[in-house]
């Protein structure tokens, strides 16, 4: 009984991390009905990048790279090209702009402490979730949804590549201050190993999902997202700027994977097979449905408890490793059942 | 003028039915045949039969499975090579258990094994579609991985089950080099796309077609989704099938479970996008593509940083690659979705005019 | 142009039939008959549930009570190949046509009831599969003919304009040599020239093959004249069933259409 519950609490927590990534799946496919395949290698190149930069700070050339790109942006924020719509100077965004372009030149080659690396990281990480956004989503748009798949696949290449340039390919380790051991008063009173990791991790997951359906339910720009996952046209026809909502909420992915990479590089060290840990929340999605949050987090802790619970029980009989497609069965045949998920709304289709 | 349809006149359905109606088409074909059957063998080298026309071959078949699955009747999948695997690891097992066993036939047996569990994971595309799909796919690649590694009967209990594939005899000839192994694959390669071809242009790949395009009028107009659906999972698979036997067979000889992971299956996707959804030519020119790329890539990427002063660090010309793949992906995805097929297409049309625009 | 059709015996039978989504009921205790030959018209103001009814009609949509009959068989739940292969076909309200094909091609997805041969004399082409594909093209040929549509023949059909891509529908119907032809909306968005050439093809199907139509439309005129009987519905209900002249003068219909002061 005691090595089942040990069991079933170690799943739920890592379901909650399970969780934490599909979060980031939700967010993008909620406002843009994109299903984002790169939200793991933003996981990877999150984890990747705040690593490097407590190593060796940012690598010369790339940083340069994106310190011109930068200001050529904020050029143009202030002298708009002949015959653009808006012809205002943008002062505010070029002084942003400008701002990070020369504050980035500054920590080339300089060992970060962790938590400048993560602010870094995190501008970062917003960045590229808004170039994204920019370059690969916006030139797609009204394209099917298979497209759009198939275009984040392609990202999830690109990313992966930029990350392991920037940074190399080895393992490292990611030490966030976290003690990764039982639990003492829990061991004492009910003999059961539950690591004080997993539980801060969950801890963490859980605040940072209540954030933001707190964000989405009750601010102004959750609203509009609200309305711009509903319909599109609609909410532009209403006067909601698609794009920018658009770049928030892949800026809020950027964020969402930023915290899943620590913590997961955090457990299991900064490597490649984070971007399989990421594939489960695929999984995940399929049981909780890919609009809701609650059905992520509720989905997460499904195919957690069960990958672990099988593995651990089932798994002897067939030679053990099935958590490696567990999940995946599980949430076939649960498709089978209940193609629109948990939570999800069933979609009848006009004819 | 040398692309000009003008005078050809088909005077008959027959005639207009044909594979190839188009004279110049026809003179192309030819002469590209003669040229792989012939020329090809003549002047190749080792290296080039070895490391790029046999796999090139292999992927392109690969490829065209993908592509009669997701271009024409529109299911996306992302395990390819997980049903390579199962043709691979099948032909082993009917050769290995069955002394007669003829090793064409036994390829055959391997791709309809492929078929048979291309039939399995396509059942869930009975209710679900697009990424949902795609999902349902991800659970094949990595179920077939997991249980060719873990069930050591498939692998003849070798260790991590790696499978040696034995020598090509048909008929007591042995192929054995690599010139014979070419003519070999082509020969194989050439058939199946011929059939690939014909059936995309008849009854089949209408039906198919009709599914990917809008599956309510389908039905109405009498296509049996099961039938029509399961039908492109069982063929696409077994195209994959006999290409993960020839890879093991014809082009590796060794292969392990493992070999057949996500990555594959991603390629062959990439083949497609590249080379061209929905065409049986782009499947071939996506295959070149991905096949020549890298090696063009590792081939001239140090000299050229060098000739710019930089040094590249090692293992940079695999990360540049995937770079630049992915960003190949998403250009061709905004850009041109048919790929690389429909720039072919448009050339022609260019060329039924030139040189007189007017 | 009215009534000088012979129509013969009542081939399809809606009887007692009520469908709802959810909470939205869209048809309720809707029955009415179609006869051998007749041209029949469903009217009524929109959302009425005249698409619904039609989507019955070829099992689209499960209705939760009632049955459908259709020459003597009678259908509870029916999927749409059955009613394809019992010789239905229809066309949309909104375009329905496969858009990455050509017009031949579409048109030849029409005749797939047809095929006999299997996919592996398909893959091998020669001999019967070959045979059978040019009898296929030699009886689309004929459609294309009597539609007039034989300069679009290769084209793709999402480059062509509305009016045509609604005849390539039609002629995808045709394809299928139906006894049953469903016309929805066969003449909406379309200018006065066109709508008198679809008018004559409809017309002209109803005489050289001999085939029953069913068809929803908007245009008055165009229901007047075409139609043998015309069933109007509103909110899903029946309203009223008879000749266009019955039909006109019904006062119940009257108020549908113009409005009834409370």
Redesign the interface.
């Known amino acids: 009984m005691q090595f089942f519950l040990e069991v079933l609490i170690g799943g739920l927590l890592s379901g909650v991390m399970y969780s934490l990534v599909a979060l980031g799946f939700v967010l993008i496919f909620k406002a843009s009905g994109v299903?984002n395949f790169a939200q793991g290698a933003l996981v990877f190149l999150a984890a990747l990048t705040t690593v490097g930069l407590m190593e060796r700070g940012a690598p010369g050339w790339i940083t340069g790279l994106i310190a011109v790109i930068l200001l050529a942006l904020a050029f143009f924020a202030v002298k708009p090209r002949k015959g653009a719509v808006a012809a205002r100077p943008d002062w505010r965004k070029a002084a942003v702009l400008g701002g990070i372009a020369v504050a980035s030149l500054f920590i080339i080659g300089k060992p970060l402490p962790f938590w400048v690396a993560v602010a870094v990281t995190l501008v970062f990480m917003v960045g590229v979730g808004v170039a994204t956004e920019r370059?690969?989503l916006r030139?797609?748009v009204n394209?099917p949804?298979?497209?759009l798949?198939?275009?984040t696949?392609?990202?999830?290449?690109?990313?992966?590549?930029?990350a392991?340039?920037m940074w190399?390919?080895n393992v490292r380790g990611l030490d966030i201050g976290i003690p990764d051991e039982p639990i003492p008063w829990l061991m004492e009173r009910y003999d059961i190993q539950v690591s004080s990791f997993d539980l801060a991790g969950a801890g963490i997951a859980a605040v940072l999902v209540a954030a933001l359906a707190l964000f989405f339910n009750k601010t102004r720009i959750g609203r509009a997202l609200r309305a711009v996952a509903d319909d599109h046209q609609a909410a532009l026809a209403v006067g909601i700027p698609l794009k920018q909502i658009w770049a928030i909420v892949w800026a809020a992915a950027g964020f969402v994977a930023l915290v899943a990479g620590l913590l997961w590089g955090a457990r299991n060290g900064v490597q490649f097979a984070l971007t399989f840990v990421a594939?489960k929340a695929?999984?995940v999605l399929?049981l909780g449905g890919f609009e809701s949050i609650a059905g992520a987090i509720v989905g997460g802790l499904i195919i957690g408890a069960s990958e672990k619970l099988a593995e651990v029980y089932i798994g002897p009989m067939?030679?053990?490793?099935?958590e490696?497609?567990f999940a995946?069965?599980v949430?076939?045949l649960f498709?089978?059942v209940r193609?629109e998920g948990l939570f999800g709304e069933k979609h009848?289709?006009r004819? | 003028m040398l692309y000009r349809e003008a005078g050809q006149f088909r005077t008959s359905y027959a005639e207009d039915q044909q594979i190839f109606p188009i004279r110049q088409d026809r003179i192309a074909i030819t002469a590209f045949l003669l040229v792989a059957f012939i020329a090809v063998p003549l002047v190749a080298n080792e290296y080039w039969l070895k490391a790029i026309l046999i796999p090139f071959l292999i992927f392109s078949l690969a490829a065209l499975g993908l592509n009669i699955l997701t271009g024409y009747a529109g299911q996306l999948s992302l395990g390819t090579a997980g049903f390579m695997a199962v043709g691979a690891f099948a032909a082993y097992n009917f050769e290995l258990r069955l002394e007669w066993m003829p090793i064409l036939l036994s390829w055959i047996l391997g791709g309809l094994a492929a078929a048979l569990v291309g039939i399995l994971f396509g059942l869930p595309s009975l209710r679900i579609k697009g990424f949902y799909l795609a999902v349902a796919t991800l659970a094949a690649q990595f179920f077939i991985v997991w249980a060719l590694t873990k069930f050591p009967w498939f692998s003849n209990y070798s260790s991590s089950g790696v499978i040696t594939a034995g020598k090509i005899e048909i008929l007591g000839y042995v192929f054995d080099s690599p010139i014979e192994k070419y003519l070999l694959v082509l020969t194989i390669v050439v058939l199946m796309a011929l059939a690939a071809k014909n059936m995309v242009r008849s009854e089949t790949g209408r039906a198919w077609m009709a599914v990917r395009d809008m599956d309510v009028a389908a039905e109405v107009v009498g296509i049996r989704m099961m039938h029509t659906k399961l039908l492109a999972f069982a063929v696409s698979s077994f195209y994959c099938g006999v290409a993960g036997a020839l890879y093991a067979y014809a082009y590796i000889g060794t292969v392990e479970p493992e070999g057949f992971n996500l990555d594959l299956s991603f390629r062959i996707l990439f083949m497609i996008i590249i080379g061209g959804v929905g065409s049986i030519l782009g499947s071939f020119l996506g295959a070149a593509f991905i096949i020549l790329f890298p090696i063009f890539l590792n081939a001239y990427a140090d000299p050229f940083a060098h000739a710019l002063g930089i040094d590249l660090p090692p293992g940079m010309t695999s990360n540049l690659e995937l770079m630049i793949f992915g960003a190949l992906i998403i250009f061709f995805l905004a850009v041109e979705p048919h790929g690389l097929a429909r720039l072919w297409q448009i050339a022609k049309e260019k060329l039924r005019l030139w040189p007189f625009p007017h | 142009m009215t009534a000088q059709r012979q129509t013969g015996e009542p081939v399809l039978v809606v009887k007692d039939v009520s469908l709802s989504f959810g909470g939205v009921r869209a048809l309720s205790n809707v029955s009415f008959d179609v006869r051998e030959h007749e041209i029949r018209a469903i009217i009524g103001p929109n959302g009425a549930g005249k698409s619904s009814m039609l989507n019955v009609i070829n099992g689209v949509y499960h209705p939760q009570v009632g049955t459908v009959t259709y020459r003597g068989v009678s259908r509870h739940r029916v999927n749409p190949h059955d009613a394809a292969a019992q010789g239905i076909a229809r066309t949309f309200q909104n375009i329905a046509l496969f858009k990455g094909m050509t017009v031949l091609d579409n048109i030849m997805t029409g005749r797939n009831l047809k095929t006999r041969t299997s996919f592996v004399e398909q893959a091998i082409w020669i001999g019967r599969a070959r045979r059978e594909e040019l009898e296929q093209r030699r009886k689309v040929e004929e459609v294309i003919d009597f539609l007039e549509i034989q300069h679009v023949r290769k084209t793709p059909v999402g480059r062509l304009p509305y009016g045509l891509q609604k005849r390539v529908e039609l002629a995808r119907a045709l394809a299928a040599e139906p006894s049953l032809l469903l016309l929805d909306e066969p003449m909406a968005g379309m200018n006065i020239e066109e709508k008198q050439d679809m008018c004559r093809f409809i017309l002209d199907v109803n005489e050289q093959f001999g085939t029953t139509i069913v068809l929803i439309e908007h245009d008055m005129g165009v229901v007047m004249d075409l139609s043998d009987r015309v069933v109007v519905l509103d909110y899903g209900k029946m309203l009223a069933d008879g000749t266009p002249d019955e039909v006109r003068a019904n006062q119940a219909v009257i108020d549908a259409y113009l409005g009834v002061k409370h």
């Open positions: 299903f370059i690969v030139p797609l394209q949804p298979i497209t798949f198939m275009a696949i392609g990202l999830t290449f690109f990313l992966e590549g930029l392991q340039a190399g390919a594939l695929l999984p399929i067939v030679g053990g490793g099935i490696s497609w995946y069965v949430a076939l498709l089978l193609p009848i289709d004819v």
